[in-house]
T-cell receptor
């Protein structure tokens, strides 16, 4: 079974440009999460999809970030326009839905390293 | 809000040495606690977890005990191997059933030398 995949693995762009990151979750996983690790600091939550709906977007830093999950399958995270402080590693994770009383293990992708110059 | 604090790295050990990576947390109620590991070039993998006080999570020779009185979840291994070299992240998930986001620490890089 394929794991969570992310594309691209690396992206280098200039300030003001637009970048779109893609995440393909494990097949059948309704829950999809985006996280970000900046400058070797803690990994921070960005948002959580359940199927195509945004369940929790409390971690999105500002309106330059737009996440979508069309059809409840893969997800994209667009940064427009990119700023220097957006540099970091963006992780995607997915999980099944076993009910709120159970821990639904989050399976992570390898991340996309974004560098904004 | 929730937060996780873990010791800064890198931690450099010789093979077969004893490992401890400290982790403390701040959270309302009784969160679930986790250790994730990231090997070079790979995504984060769940290493072990504990969901209530005094639970001990264990996997691949690693252990961590949920200590409510000290709000800690320290990671230990009796004898590390070169293959354990990785970045280790302590994390928690709060009891708010409507929110499934994980709160992570800053990660601790472990380097094991032969």
């Amino acid at each position: 079974e394929a794991g969570v995949t992310q594309f691209p693995s690396h992206s280098v762009i200039e300030k003001g440009q637009t970048v779109t990151l893609r995440c393909d979750p494990i097949s059948g996983h309704d829950n999809l999460y985006w996280y970000r690790r900046v400058m070797g600091k803690e990994i921070k939550f960005l948002l959580h999809f359940v199927k195509e709906s945004k369940q929790d977007e409390s971690g999105m830093p500002n309106n330059r970030f737009l996440a979508e999950r069309t059809g409840g399958t893969y997800s994209t995270l667009k940064v427009q326009p990119a700023e220097l402080e957006d540099s970091g590693v963006y992780f995607c994770a997915s999980s099944q839905d076993l009910g709120s009383s159970s821990y639904n293990e989050q399976f992570f992708g390898p991340g996309t390293r974004l560098t904004v110059l | 809000g929730n937060s996780v604090t873990q010791m800064e790295g890198p931690v450099t050990l010789s093979e077969e040495a004893f490992l401890t990576i400290n982790c403390t947390y701040t959270a309302t109620g009784y969160p679930s606690l986790f250790w994730y590991v990231q090997y070079p070039g790979e995504g984060l993998q769940l290493l072990l977890k504990a969901t209530k006080a005094d639970d001990k999570g264990s996997n691949k020779g690693f252990e961590a005990t949920y200590r409510k009185e000290t709000t800690s979840f320290h990671l230990e291994k009796g004898s590390v191997q070169v293959s354990d070299s990785a970045v280790y992240f302590c994390a928690l998930r709060g009891r708010d059933t409507g929110r499934r986001a994980l709160t992570f620490g800053s990660g601790t890089r472990l380097q094991v030398q032969p």
